[in-house]
């Protein structure tokens, strides 16, 4: 299975601010159709994960222009320019490469 | 709107069944894969398994082969997963989530179900 690791572990930010997560893949994503298939997920206590970003640096419909992602290989980033205090959640990275889909650990962020 | 409504929260007995249901909504049933994912404070996201509606094949975690068994019904636009011989370890949020072939990752999520196994 490939395995997904995030750092840092957790992040209080203080509002306005940037913040910035790391996500790293076991294994290369990329597949045959020279897509990279890594995207960034939003858990707020209590609800289901919100899809944020996919295939690295795509926002899904809706999403805030605050939040990027960046990265190939096995290094990705995502960033949040200007962290509101709606932004309070956990945030995933998963893989859809390859069955099982894994994610990582989480990264929880919150406010200063 | 796209929606996905999952069945109610569960107290089993281990060595018990469960079964879930994901009610969809909003889509063509048969166009987007139905994934099966559950969460624990312990071990995060695991992934459990995925049915093709449109044909009812499905895939299972080798982690859950056996134990798992996912249907549909594509006359109410409903996935089924059961779950057996349920243990301590069971108890997690399980979410069903809705997944474009191209490009693969899940766009919509259940709300979640509650399963707590306890004797």
């Known amino acids: 299975d490939i395995v997904m690791t995030q750092t840092p572990l957790s992040l209080s930010v203080t509002p306005g601010q940037p913040a910035s997560i790391s996500c790293k893949s076991s294994?290369?994503?990329?597949?045959?159709?020279?897509?990279?298939?890594l995207a960034w997920y939003l858990q707020r206590p209590g609800q289901p994960p919100q899809l944020l970003i996919y295939e690295v640096s795509n926002r899904f419909s809706g999403v805030p222009d605050r939040f990027s992602g960046s990265g190939s290989g096995t290094d990705f980033t995502l960033k949040i320019t200007r962290v509101e205090a709606d932004d309070v959640a956990v945030y995933y990275c998963m893989q859809s490469l390859q069955l099982p889909w894994t994610f990582g650990p989480g990264t929880r962020v919150d406010i200063k | 709107q796209v929606q996905l409504v999952q069945s109610g929260a569960e107290v089993k007995k281990p060595g018990a069944s469960v079964n879930f249901f994901c009610k969809t909504s909003?889509?063509?049933?048969?166009?987007?894969?139905i994934h099966w994912v559950r969460q624990t404070p312990g071990q995060g996201f695991e992934w459990m398994g995925i049915i093709n509606p449109s044909n009812g094949r499905t895939s299972y975690a080798q982690k859950f082969q056996g134990r798992v068994n996912m249907t549909r019904d594509t006359s109410t636009s409903v996935v089924y997963m059961e779950l057996d011989s349920l243990r301590s370890e069971d108890t997690a949020v399980y979410y069903c989530?809705?997944?474009?072939?191209?490009?693969?990752?899940?766009?919509?999520w259940g709300q979640g179900t509650l399963v707590t196994v306890s004797s």
């Open positions: 909003g889509y063509g049933f048969t166009s987007f894969y």
């Open positions: 989530a809705r997944a474009p072939t191209r490009p693969p990752r899940f766009d919509f």
């Open positions: 294994e290369r994503l990329l597949n045959s159709a020279g897509k990279t298939p």
